[in-house]
């Protein structure tokens, strides 16, 4: 059985805590670990950089109380040590991205449900809470607007590719829980829900880093399928703060929460904006999922969290504006292309691995 409210572990409060992200050199793994750090806690990153980057934390590398380690999640010797040192895992190494989740489903699958067994038996031992981060796409093709999280889910056919990102989280999901209700486990899920921000990267169909890169080049904004399919985007350090407030309560234990933004925004109009926003002379130009994926490809026509549940326990509500986000995407290219232009930074192979 659960563990009671009296039983429950102490969650990140004011003392000093020692949290593991698991890519923690992602796109939002460096966002949270900066937080961490800003909030003096003590951060342990591994991370195998397969979709993470040692550039998203290079400025991190510096501060007092990280510590990284540029491994995968599967190398269980390491993972054991780590989990020991630390007080909380927030577990968010996955195979990320429409791209790379059509053109590797071996790998989504393996990556995601192998890994997030080894991370969930590891802090089993020990007892240690875990932040398992989920997805949007668990609610595969339900209609039932906006999502709420008790929702039934909604996958298309096993001969669809593209639904092994969605069942591969759900498991995910429900091995989490399982842990929480039959050996003790603490844990909290976050299903998360187009997060956008400065070091997202776009080569894994991340839209909105593709249409600001695009639109920055005057290269034209590429929509795929009719751009009528609509989503709501997030900025990072908004969901951060969701993380750290169910962190923080120890009445998210066992629990499943939406993380996004309810404000929604069709493709199209979104290319638009973009196009606008930057004042870009780019053309919009729609491409075939068919073309742009594979034949048969299935996608979404609404995707719209309920933030309900999580804002009746934390308080919690997204505040950036759209506009906003398109900004700090934009201003992070140009920084970076600076940075490229005349950067003298060591190649990644220098880099000392550990702390």
Known sequence: MANSNGDRPSLLGGSKTRVLITGGAGFFGSHLAEALLQQNHEVFILDDLSTGSIENIRDLKVRPGLQYWIDSVKNRPLLAELVDEC?????????????????????????????????????????????????????????????????????????????????????????????????????????????????????????????VSQAMAGADVTVFGTGQQSRCFCYVGDAVQAVLRLLENPEAVGGIFNIGSDSEISIENLAQLVVERLGSKSKIRHIPYEQAYEEGFEDMARRKPSLEKIQALTGWRPVTTLDTCIDLVARYFEQKAGRIAGDSMPSRSSFAVGS
Not at 118 to 123: D, E, R, S, Y
Not at 130 to 145: D, I, P, Q, W
Not at 180 to 192: A, H, N, Q, Y
């Open 87 to 211: 007080d909380i895992i927030v577990h968010l190494a996955a195979a990320v991205g429409v791209r790379l989740i059509v053109d590797s489903p071996v790998h989504t699958i393996e990556t995601n449900v192998n890994g997030t067994e080894i991370v969930l038996k590891a802090a089993s031992k020990k007892k240690k809470l875990v932040l398992v981060a989920s997805t949007s796409e668990v609610y595969g093709k339900s209609t039932r607007v906006p999502f709420r999280e008790d929702d039934d889910l909604v996958l298309g056919a096993t001969t669809k590719g593209r639904w092994s990102y969605a069942a591969s989280k759900a498991l995910d999901e429900f091995l989490a829980l399982a842990y929480w209700k039959e050996k003790s486990l603490p844990v909290i899920i976050g299903r998360f829900f187009n997060i956008v921000g400065p070091r997202q990267a776009s080569r894994y169909g991340m839209v909105l880093p593709n249409f």
